[in-house]
């Protein structure tokens, strides 16, 4: 475990951000995490996991300790499921194709979503009608106060959309390490009817698919509309679909027809954030060297060049140019940092 002085965080953040860490440590062990926790020479610290859901405005200046722990194993298996643990550090895409190597279903509709384990009980990502909160099991996670290691199963997480007690109560108070997935061995559950993936697994011929036909689905639709953050900066979905009452949305369509919806509850319903973005005109809008992707409207992209702060001000201007034209707030689900 070696500290560094003025590292580029460049290559450690999707969007390709050129903020700068004043300090910086790589920890590949439980052991270096506890000890660069324990660092009172750098009483600021942040933890650094796959910089794929966050937004860089400025330099840090603290310790920025770089949570790479690796590690996949199954740790109980029966005839039809199978407890699969995987440590924070490893590539959330990459741990995907693993269970599908060895025909473990219950992500394959979460391909290719950007960033790393750890980050995942935290945003409680999701996608095509699957969430993580569908096969979480349980994680483990440092007590950054007391640092030990606690178990926080399902509803210790209180899962939401997009949010997890890591986003509230125990924000900043803990560093997962690990996270435990319950999936199929056999009579796997497919998600096909969200989105393109009914269609797309048609234009592939397919009638009967696998677990394997429905992640390469949802991979070709992804990589159809969404940029690759290897080629162009971005973070993915920059902000979270709104949910909004069930008589709210009907005086809506009285002057936006053709508005979509998806029904979440008895009395509210969820609005497609993208739809809102590009009704008011920011779809494929550039600004110099940063701007919207042309071909989905949630995802803003760094060209190369731009500052967070340039992006954080488009963001500004998208949410108050909604809350304008429909009244209808839209919240960031990057992190701001």
Known sequence: MQ???????????????????KYFVKVETIADLKVALCLDAYPNKFILGGGSNMLLTKDLDCLVIHVA???????????????????????WHEFVLWCLDHDFGGIENLSL??????????????AYGVELK???ESCEALNISTKNIETFTKDDCQFGYRES?????KKNAYVIISTTLKLTTTQHQLHTEYGAIASELETMGISEPSIQDVSNAVIAIRESKLPNPKEIGNSGSFFKNPIISKSIFEK???????????????????VPAGWLIEKSGFKGKTFIDYGVHKKQALVLVNYGG???SDILGLARLIQKTIKQIFGITIETEVNII
């Open 3 to 21: 500290i560094q002085e003025n590292i580029s965080l460049k290559s450690l953040n999707t969007f390709g951000l050129d903020a700068r860490a």
């Open 69 to 91: 722990l690796k590690g996949i194993e199954i740790t109980d298996q029966s005839e039809d499921e199978v407890l699969v643990k995987a440590n924070a550090g490893e590539n």
């Open 113 to 126: 979503i950007p960033g790393n384990v750890g980050t995942a009980p935290i945003q409680n990502i999701g």
């Open 134 to 136: 569908d096969v979480f």
């Open 165 to 169: 007690v890591f986003k509230q109560d």
């Open 252 to 270: 809506l369509k009285t002057n936006f027809p053709d508005m979509p919806s998806y029904v979440v509850s008895q009395n509210n319903v969820k």
């Open 306 to 308: 731009a500052k967070g």
